[in-house]
């Protein structure tokens, strides 16, 4: 019993990691009207190049460095495209998903020379603080604890984040107030998508110690859904992430255990945790609303 | 601010270009590769591979095997063709078929089958063969199917063995997507687990009763999912995982090896247990053996009767009478290894942490030797029963047949089942 609760929180707080550090990155980006929906593609670029890096250099830190830093570029590109050359928000983020499963599925074959997965030599990835049988706690639940409460913290305590915030609220009036609305624009983008790569690495030489064509798993679209869940705020971004992981691994538990599994079908345990978190996060937090120039580009008169 | 911005942007593409092309550029990227232009061939064979291609270390790898031994046996000339992506199946297969010289052309992997379906019907003078693809009714396509139920018996008997020996009463199953297809691989785990108890128990006195949990885990590709599962079977005292999961199971392997990692140890139990391909090399020490489906045999025999002109249009099964499916040995390994480019060899040995392959070997021997004897003799004899015909192992199709064993309480049970089965259908 105690090693199931023990497993089941420390698997939750593992699987949290992805999704709570793209939704707060995608969070700062919307606060400032950028809309991004290419996490999924970064996620998955990022583990490959993740994971990449970390066996060039030897060491997980820079795997993960390296993942944040490939987010990084393409947070670039999509802030280039929606910021200063005022396109959509939406298509490019379609065009990284899309990008990102050539990428990935070509890349493992270019770069290992075995097609569909590669395994991270367990020497170069990140080694937990927690290790027990059944699952173990990696540094990296801390440093995305740091993370959330750090943009918290930013976003809603100090100028910087005022004027993120204003930027996405109303950009004619910070404008008028002389904030330079690309730039905020533009490094919210970055940032939320520099997150985002160091969750995709994270998969890779932390979490799971593989790359395969398709490791992400939809992690980015949940980390959005979860954003919005949250009314844009990091700190309910990141108990959303955690009730999410719990539900999930708490019904992979009940429906392994074949006393329940013969008695309600595990189709239907498996979709418990995402009514749950649903019925959770909506009932608490009730209705949000986005920022009101989220997804719109900003054109000086 | 603008520009400055701009030219960051552009020096981080590339950057990000030199990066990709400094380890995309070193690789070789043809794709049809022929074998040397040599006059005195007796005829050509053409395989076409599934978009995971050459280096899978899985299906593709064993259909060359299969496909390079038979060119060799037969004096056949090899040509392979890549799939890129899943469009290319049917221009690739199309443009083998028009030209007319290939004695058969195989295709690997079962996303083939509609493409097959087609290009069957516009070249019905040209012999197809697909492997685990279900095309019954082509008079000029050979399907190849194995019956996974029979080698699944096998790992089912080893897992249950390893766990009654060892004092243990679960043993564990972590699969995909709950499609048909699996139930095959679950009612032979379950029976080979019942014979298990059955056959313990008639070797040293002691009742056993060994139970399956299992994981439908709803996915092939999220390892995530596969560790979860595993985490929490080995958490309620699964002693043996079978992973019958695609990429999910590369999750299972990880949790396994997580589990001795904590406990200091290098050697299992608890073992994982791969599928269709010899896996013994992802986790050594952690992967007790393989269920294989040999695709190298199936694609021997589709040329072997084409060869010899026995070729007949239709279901081919292949189970364990055939050499169709297996226990993977050490030696399966070997072949599967030898047949990747020396580059790719050492890049592998490397990262698995051994200076050579016989490193490799030896540690996978080791692994082996974890397990008593007695065990592997009794598999073994597991094996000549249902070659013999002794035993029959059922194949659930269904939702209602796998119920079924879930719910018999012993392999006799189970193989009533399975004759039952037999004879109705």
């Given at each position: 019993m105690i090693d199931m609760i023990i497993s089941i929180l420390l698997g939750s707080l593992t699987a949290m990691v992805p999704i709570v550090l793209t939704s707060t990155g995608a969070v700062v980006s919307e606060r400032a009207g950028v809309v991004n929906i290419g996490y999924e593609g970064i996620l998955l670029m990022s583990a490959l190049f993740g994971a990449m890096f970390a066996e060039m250099s030897g060491s997980p830190w820079i795997g993960l460095l390296g993942g944040a830093f490939v987010g990084m570029l393409l947070g670039m590109l999509h802030g280039a495209i929606t910021?200063?050359?005022?396109?959509?928000?939406i298509i490019p983020g379609i065009g990284i998903n899309i990008l990102a499963l050539g990428v990935v599925a070509f890349g493992i074959t270019a770069i290992w020379?075995?097609?569909g997965q590669h395994q991270v030599p367990s020497n170069i990835r990140i080694q937990p603080i927690i290790n027990t049988p059944y699952g173990g706690l990696s540094p990296m639940v801390l440093i995305t604890f740091v993370i959330v409460f750090l943009t918290h913290w930013v976003l809603f305590r100090t100028p910087l984040g005022l004027r993120i915030r204003a930027v996405g609220e109303n950009p004619e009036a910070a404008d008028a107030l002389g904030v330079n609305v690309e730039r905020y624009r533009f490094l919210a983008t970055v940032y939320g998508a520099t997150l985002a790569g160091l969750g995709g690495a994270y998969l890779s030489?932390?979490?799971?110690g593989v790359v395969t064509?398709?490791?992400?798993?939809g992690r980015g679209f949940i980390a959005l859904a979860n954003m919005v869940f949250s009314g844009w705020n990091p700190i309910r971004a990141l108990i959303g992430g955690f009730i999410f992981g719990f539900f999930d691994n708490l019904s992979v538990w009940v429906r392994t255990n074949p006393a329940i599994s013969q008695v309600v079908p595990w189709q239907f345990v498996a979709t418990l945790p995402y009514i749950v978190t649903i019925i959770i996060v909506a009932g608490i937090i009730g209705k949000v609303r986005p920022p009101k120039w989220d997804g719109r580009p900003y054109k000086r008169e | 601010m603008k520009k400055s911005v701009l030219a960051l942007f552009l020096i981080g593409v590339l950057a990000f270009s030199v990066v990709a092309s400094g380890c995309?550029?070193?690789?070789?990227?043809?794709?049809p590769q022929t074998t040397e232009?040599?006059?005195?061939?007796a005829g050509k064979i053409a395989i076409v591979y599934d978009v995971?291609?050459?280096?899978?270390?899985s299906f593709n790898d064993m259909a060359y095997l299969g496909a390079s031994r038979a060119a060799k046996d037969f004096n056949l000339e090899l040509k392979e063709v890549q799939s890129k992506?899943?469009?290319d199946y049917l221009p690739n297969l199309r443009t083998l078929a028009q030209s007319?010289?290939?004695t058969i052309i195989i295709a690997v992997g079962f996303m083939m089958t509609d493409a097959i379906k087609q290009v069957a019907d516009e070249f019905p003078n040209q012999k197809f063969a697909i492997i685990?693809?279900?095309?019954?009714?082509?008079?000029?396509v050979m399907s190849i199917l194995f019956k996974e139920n029979e080698g699944s018996a096998l790992v089912g008997a080893l897992a249950g063995l390893i766990a009654a020996n060892d004092g243990k009463d679960k043993v564990g199953a972590v699969l995909g997507?709950?499609?048909?297809?699996?139930y095959k691989f679950e009612g032979g785990y379950r029976f080979g687990v019942a014979w298990a108890e059955d056959y313990y128990k008639k070797k040293t006195g002691k009742d056993v009763d060994i139970q399956v949990l299992y994981t439908y885990?709803?996915?092939?590709?999220?390892?995530a999912k596969g560790k979860t599962a595993a985490q929490a079977q080995l958490g309620q005292g699964a002693w043996v995982i079978y992973q019958?999961?695609?990429?999910?199971g590369l999750g299972v392997f990880d949790a396994v090896g997580e589990y001795l990692q904590s406990q200091g140890?290098?050697?299992?139990?608890p073992f994982a247990i791969g599928v269709?391909?010899?896996?013994?090399?992802?986790k050594p020490g952690v992967i007790i053996a393989s269920m294989m489906k040999r695709v190298d045999v199936g694609v021997y025999k589709a040329v072997e009767a084409a060869v010899k002109g026995t070729f007949k249009g239709g279901i081919v099964e292949l189970g364990l009478a055939d050499g169709g499916v297996g226990v993977s040995t050490i030696d399966d390994v070997k072949a599967m290894f030898n047949s990747l480019p020396e580059d790719v060899k050492k890049k592998k040995l490397e990262e698995l942490g051994f200076k050579s392959e016989d490193e490799l070997f030896a540690k996978l021997e080791e692994t082996r030797k974890q397990v008593p004897d007695w065990i592997w003799q009794a598999v073994d004899e597991l094996k000549q029963k249902i070659l013999s015909g002794e035993i029959v192992v059922p194949k659930a199709m269904n939702k209602e047949q796998i119920e079924a064993i879930r719910n018999a309480k012993s392999w006799q049970e189970m193989e009533e089942l399975a004759k039952q089965w037999e004879s109705s259908s």
């Open positions: 910021v200063y050359m005022k396109g959509d928000h020379g075995t097609a030489v932390d979490w799971l064509k398709e490791i992400s798993s | 995309i550029g070193g690789e070789k990227t043809t794709t232009e040599k006059p005195q061939y995971g291609g050459r280096g899978d270390l992506q899943e469009s007319g010289e290939y685990d693809g279900y095309v019954p009714d082509k008079p000029n997507i709950e499609i048909p297809v699996l885990t709803g996915s092939f590709t999220d390892p019958i999961a695609g990429a999910v140890k290098e050697f299992g139990p269709d391909s010899a896996q013994d090399w992802i």
